[in-house]
């Protein structure tokens, strides 16, 4: 007797909540339509703005709020998805004791600006970024790779490279083993 297929369960729903207050209100005064969102998620506040919108916004924040540092520039791949990839920098205040993410869709081939003239701890974060996704920050001042060799080929956190493809021909040629893949 066949058993029954499982009825596909819906993705979860994030469950957001407006965010407001100071920061908010400066991000939508200075940028205006460019900030798409600002939200809330499990008391962890966001910003969604357009890609171009980003740097400056950095600044802005820097400048007029005090979040002088840049704890992290990460990505998520989004596949099936128009634009493809999400940004997410993570920014923190030591003045305000408060953390924040901003986050902007990244086309795949499109090149966003690099934050490093804003924070330079941004250089090694933008070169994992690539490194791991193939997303290129336009005007970095050191663009290769950091954690993968150079002659690597391939973006190992893309969700279309699947550890079965790993660079068999870089495996073999510069540890002498044939993957056990």
Same mark, same amino acid.
């Not at 499982?6 to 908010?24: C, F, Q």
């Not at 330079?120 to 290129?136: H, K, P, S």
């Not at 060799?149 to 969700?159: A, H, M, Q, V």
């Given at each position: 007797?066949?058993?029954?297929? !499982?009825?596909? !369960?819906?993705?979860?729903?994030? +469950?957001?909540?407006?965010?407001?207050?100071?920061?908010?209100?400066? $991000?939508?005064?200075?940028? *205006?339509?460019?900030?798409?969102?600002?939200?809330?998620?499990?008391?962890?506040?966001?910003?969604?703005?357009?890609?171009? +919108?980003?740097?400056?916004?950095?600044?802005?924040?820097?400048?007029?709020?005090?979040?002088?540092?840049?704890? /992290?520039?990460?990505?998520?791949?989004?596949? !099936?998805?128009?634009? @493809?990839?999400? $940004?997410?920098?993570i920014l923190y205040s030591? *003045?305000?004791?408060?953390?924040?993410?901003?986050?902007? +869709?990244?086309? $795949?081939?499109? !090149?966003?600006?690099?934050?490093?003239?804003?924070?330079?701890? +941004?250089?090694?974060?933008?070169?994992?970024?690539?490194?791991?996704?193939?997303?290129?920050?336009?005007?970095?001042?050191?663009?290769?790779?950091i954690l993968m060799p150079?002659?690597?080929? *391939?973006?190992?956190?893309?969700? /279309?490279?699947?550890?079965?493809?790993? /660079?068999? @021909?870089?495996?073999?040629?510069?540890? *002498?083993?044939?993957?056990?893949?």
């Amino acid at each position: 007797m066949a058993e029954e297929p !499982k009825p596909v !369960k819906a993705p979860a729903v994030m +469950a957001t909540a407006p965010w407001e207050g100071p920061v908010p209100d400066l $991000l939508r005064e200075h940028f *205006g339509a460019a900030v798409l969102e600002t939200s809330s998620y499990l008391e962890q506040p966001f910003a969604v703005l357009t890609l171009p +919108a980003m740097v400056p916004a950095l600044e802005m924040l820097q400048a007029e709020a005090g979040f002088d540092y840049l704890v /992290d520039i990460t990505a998520v791949d989004y596949p !099936k998805r128009t634009p @493809r990839f999400e $940004l997410v920098y993570i920014l923190y205040s030591h *003045g305000r004791n408060e953390r924040i993410r901003l986050k902007a +869709a990244v086309g $795949l081939g499109e !090149k966003p600006l690099s934050a490093v003239p804003v924070f330079l701890g +941004a250089n090694w974060l933008e070169r994992e970024v690539y490194d791991m996704f193939g997303i290129e920050f336009s005007g970095h001042p050191d663009p290769r790779r950091i954690l993968m060799p150079e002659e690597w080929t *391939g973006f190992p956190l893309r969700k /279309d490279y699947g550890i079965v493809e790993m /660079d068999n @021909r870089w495996v073999q040629a510069n540890l *002498g083993i044939e993957s056990g893949q």
